[in-house]
């Protein structure tokens, strides 16, 4: 049975999809702004926008309906590039930090994580999880802070 969510789209939802996606990425990245993050406003919405043009590219070509399995690769390779740059934004935090101030940016990493997430569901047609997803990380990274 073929999922409606993962084929070929007209321009009018492709522009939707991507906006969801550009919308998530801004909200997330704005909060990281305003905190004075080394990854804001322009590395989120990135991020978000990027997932959902790589989700896209396959449900666009059709490849889905060919090779259910496209999918699951498509989101294993976004996965190991946020990696990439998580860890790039742990390891250039760390550079700048004295020994008992090693490790910090995790939760910048695992918001660029998240965030990368929500650009994936935006791209499928998920508007929905990709905004209470948003509301809820928005949730997290504001009020937990005052929590610990």
């Known amino acids: 049975m073929e999922n409606a969510l993962l084929a070929p789209v007209s321009g009018w939802e492709l522009t939707i999809r991507l906006g969801v996606a550009l919308l998530v990425g801004v909200i997330l990245g704005l909060e990281r702004e305003l905190k004075g993050k080394s990854a804001g406003l322009r590395t989120y919405t990135l991020v978000s926008f990027g997932t959902a043009i790589f989700m896209m590219i396959p449900i666009q070509l059709g490849v889905l309906r060919q090779d259910g399995e496209a999918f699951s690769r498509v989101i294993q390779g976004i996965i190991a590039g946020i990696g990439f ?22 939760t910048s990493a695992a918001a660029i994580w998240v965030t990368a997430a929500l650009g994936v569901a935006g791209a499928c ?3 929905q999880l990709a905004l209470v ?4 990380s928005l949730f997290i990274l504001r009020l937990m802070k005052k929590v610990e």
């Not at 997803?133 to 809820?136: D, E, P």
């Open 125 to 127: 047609g998920l508007w």
């Open 85 to 106: 740059i998580g860890g790039g934004t742990i390891l250039q935090r760390a550079r700048n930090r004295t020994d008992d101030e090693a490790v910090k940016g995790l």
């Open 133 to 136: 997803g948003a509301g809820v």
